[in-house]
């Protein structure tokens, strides 16, 4: 498996790439923006995944998302940053990082963080489309349809969007869905549904769609077309 790991620290960035090695990954290692943003829009690469810092010289990491996204590339990204607060996660996450780890952070978490982004685990039944109240997802293309729009999800924004479209009327709790999309409790934080759930109810108001993803408080969630 190919990792890209963009970061402009020289120690830690060796340290990651040594661990990432000893874990049988592919490294190939960036210290600036410029060269980057090159390898991150080369599909020819064919990374699996990209560790992004966010503070770069030359071109910011946000910059490299946004160009990514743009470009309809959904290779799983995780952003590590010094930058902590909450509308700095947010800021990573709606320019379409899939998760964000705050340094100082344990080499443990990162490995386990690359684990849960770059697994799909067996519970998501890969259908070619799945269709319920005005919604269809095309799972391979990982594009979302709805009135005549349409828009392309990240990786586990399709997973979660399968999960209530392969049972569109039942309910599903947060621990079912952490076992569905990311295989377990142990290597995701709860914030993780939270920030998808965000993204999806976001995409849904985008193209203008009647169906949601309703709170069932103190239990989960449940997808529902709106009167």
């Known amino acids: 498996m190919r990792v890209l790991l963009i970061e402009d620290d020289e120690n830690l960035s060796a340290v990651i790439e040594e661990q990432l090695q000893k874990e049988g990954y592919i490294t190939n290692r960036c210290a600036d923006g410029e060269t980057a ?6 599909l020819e690469y064919g990374h699996d995944i990209v560790l992004l810092d966010r503070m770069l010289p030359i071109i910011d990491g946000l910059t490299i998302l946004k160009a990514m996204r743009r470009k309809q590339i959904y290779t799983p990204v995780l952003m590590m940053t010094g930058l902590g607060e909450l509308d700095d996660k947010i800021d990573g996450l709606d320019c379409g990082a899939d998760d964000y780890l705050v340094k100082p952070f344990h080499m443990k978490e990162l490995l386990a963080r690359v684990r849960a982004l770059t697994r799909r685990p067996t519970d998501i039944v890969d259908k070619e489309v799945l269709t319920a109240y005005d919604l269809t997802l095309d799972a391979g293309q990982r594009r979302l349809t709805c009135n005549g729009y349409s828009i392309i999800l990240t990786q586990k924004e399709a997973d979660v969007m399968t999960v209530f479209l392969e049972s569109p009327d039942k309910m599903q709790t947060r621990d079912g869905l952490l076992w569905k999309v990311w295989g377990g409790r142990g290597e995701v934080e709860d914030g993780n549904i939270d920030n998808y759930i965000h993204f999806l109810r976001k995409r849904l108001r985008e193209l203008g769609c009647k169906t949601t993803i309703k709170t069932v408080y103190g ?4 997808l529902e077309e709106s009167p």
């Not at 943003?37 to 080369?42: C, E």
Request: aromatic share 20%; proline share 0%.
């Open 37 to 42: 943003l090159s390898y991150a829009l080369n």
């Open 219 to 222: 239990a989960g969630y449940r």
